[in-house]
């Protein structure tokens, strides 16, 4: 089993940044996506961002588009997300996550999840 560790959720106001990390205990797969996932109250858990290797392709939801920014080390099988210009719908509990293959989408085809880390934005 690969584990995945969230860091760096917090209380933040609106319009300020704060970063998350996530370290995975060892290579989860040969070819594999780490990405993050959101989960607000009272809504489904939805795409934030992820990054693809050995691409290092990117990829960002619609909803996060110019303000978040994914980033990562392949060798020590570590991904971080910087989010700035946050706004109160950005309040969620962030999970890191990581599955095989460039399919990065869709919540189904990760194998692995952390514990998830909780991010609270204020007006």
């Known amino acids: 089993q690969v584990h995945l560790v969230e860091s760096g959720g917090g209380l933040v106001q609106a319009g300020g940044s704060l970063g998350l990390s996530c370290a995975a205990s060892?290579?989860?797969?040969?070819?594999?996506?780490m990405g993050w996932f959101r989960q607000a109250p009272g809504k489904d858990r939805e795409f934030v961002a992820a990054?693809?290797?050995?691409?290092?392709?990117?990829y960002y939801a619609d909803s996060v588009k110019g303000r978040f920014a994914i980033s990562g080390d392949n060798a020590r099988n570590t991904v971080a997300l910087q989010m700035n210009s946050l706004k109160p719908d950005d309040t969620a509990i962030y999970y890191c996550?990581?599955?095989?293959?460039?399919?990065?989408?869709?919540?189904?085809?990760?194998?692995?999840w952390g514990q998830g880390t909780q991010v609270t934005v204020s007006s």
């Open positions: 060892r290579r989860p797969f040969s070819g594999y996506t």
């Open positions: 996550a990581a599955g095989p293959g460039p399919y990065v989408y869709s919540e189904s085809h990760y194998s692995y």
């Open positions: 990054i693809y290797w050995p691409s290092g392709s990117k």
